[in-house]
């Protein structure tokens, strides 16, 4: 599963951009016109794959010439607007592209399973998660056996914090259509719960069953690297960003592991190297936000400040874009509590972080994030709660474990601190403290 807090400068550039249906003659007949595919720059422009999209692109159009509304194929052309935001970054704007063919499938036909499953798949990405579960419980009551549905539904009800209703869900997915999205999903839901043995061998599974250097099999990867980071294993997460990059060169997610390996081993010039080609690739959010601590530990604050002027301005655009259409953009705020926290506007930090924990009170992040931001307010026994709902699953996120003990020995606990501090750092000894 690729983590819903992943977003794209970039897309900001192009939120406004989008080319809006009008209505021509085609012999006679009326046609819409489609969103089209923007350009892509730098390496991702070179790629081979570019060259089959856009064919695919225009193939798609010529179809929808002679079978001018093809439910088929105007679903078809939204997967295809779909993946290339996955590729490039660019959210915003293939989102709405997406959801406008969806939509046109729906006016039509309500009921029309597939059209309904990537409204949910579009939902999820814009971090609109009750109404994408809304919409996964319709599919499931129109087809109980389709695997997607179940995979849609583990996603929002994971992004809710509605763990045991994943749990089933995923079950019912791996038990149903046994690939690599399934896999995915069980692997995450078993980090969740503490069991990363498990999560690693379900990803493993995962790995195996993608097609080498497609973008769901090198993602795969990074979840695997991300694990073994968690579990005192860099050299082996480094040969998993090593074998993504061979498989998918410039794969911009596998740079900037490498850029986090290089910072565990203080090496911050390397470091930045990696993360300046990475968000070369792929402007998202979250290289520019290591950047903001990779200068600063590298004695460059100018540079520092500048990644957090350009972070801060776009994820704030992308929350009031979303708050003012919903199909713009996508909600930020939890982003927004960490990167303000980060850059110790606390004020700023806790406001993101209380809309964000409003609106999934349940789930183990949003909580961590306010609890995060409240103990360095000075306010560890609100935190104290907060985390105790964080850690509720069993979750053994390193970073997690310590903020739970600063907080327990910040109200008195301080055995109980204490343990819970060395658990996290044993699992991560690397980490900043």
């Known amino acids: ?16 951009s989008l080319a809006f249906a009008v209505f021509i003659f085609f012999n006679g007949k009326e046609k819409s016109e489609f969103p089209e595919l923007q350009s892509r720059t730098g390496v991702l422009a070179q790629d081979p794959e570019w060259q089959t999209v856009k064919a695919n692109y225009e193939k798609l159009l010529q179809e929808l010439e002679t079978k001018p509304g093809d439910k088929k194929t105007m679903l078809q052309l939204a997967k295809t607007f779909m993946q290339e935001g996955r590729v490039t970054g660019n959210f915003s704007y293939y989102n709405k592209a997406a959801l406008e063919m969806v939509d046109i499938v729906l006016k039509k036909d309500p009921s029309d399973l597939e059209a309904i499953c990537l409204k949910a798949m579009t939902f999820l990405s814009q971090h609109r998660f009750a ?52 896999y995915s999903r069980v692997s995450y839901l078993r980090e969740i719960h503490g069991d990363v043995p498990g999560a690693i061998e379900a990803i493993q599974q995962a790995v195996t069953a993608g097609y080498p250097g497609a973008e769901d099999k090198s993602w795969a990867r990074m979840v695997l690297a991300h694990l073994y980071e968690d579990s005192n294993a860099l050299d082996k997460a480094e040969e998993q960003y090593q074998i993504a990059l061979a498989e998918r060169p410039d794969y911009p997610f596998a740079l900037a592991g490498l850029g986090k390996i290089a910072r565990y081993k203080k090496d911050y010039p390397k470091a930045i190297e990696y993360y300046e080609k990475a968000k070369m690739v792929m402007a998202d959010a979250s290289f520019f936000e290591e950047l903001i601590d990779l200068y600063r530990l590298n004695g460059q604050s100018d540079k520092a400040d500048e990644c957090v002027r350009i972070t801060i301005d776009a994820l704030l655009s992308d929350n009031i874009s979303a708050a003012k259409d919903k199909s713009l953009g996508h909600y930020s705020d939890l982003e927004l509590a960490q990167l303000y ?50 850690l509720r699953t069993n979750s053994q996120k390193p970073e997690r474990l310590v903020l739970a003990g600063k907080v327990k020995m910040a109200i ?20 900043e403290y």
């Open 1 to 16: 599963m690729k983590p819903s807090t992943h977003r794209t400068l970039y897309a900001l550039l192009t939120v406004f």
């Open 412 to 431: 008195g606990q301080q055995a109980e601190g204490e343990a819970l501090v060395a658990k996290g750092m044993a699992l991560k000894p690397y980490m």
């Open 131 to 182: 109404e994408a579960k809304a919409l996964a419980d319709k599919a499931k009551l129109l087809n109980p056996h389709y695997s997607f549905v179940y995979g849609l539904l583990c996603d929002a009800n994971v992004e809710l914090g509605n763990y045991a209703e994943a749990v089933a869900s995923a079950d019912k997915m791996v038990s149903t259509r046994p690939d690599i999205r399934s």
């Open 341 to 390: 926290l980060k850059t110790n506007q606390l004020d700023k930090a806790l406001q993101h972080a209380k809309s964000e924990h409003q609106r999934r009170p349940e789930n183990i992040d949003a909580c961590e994030a306010l609890a995060q931001v409240l103990f360095k307010m000075g306010k560890a026994a609100e935190a104290a709660p907060l985390l105790q709902t964080a």
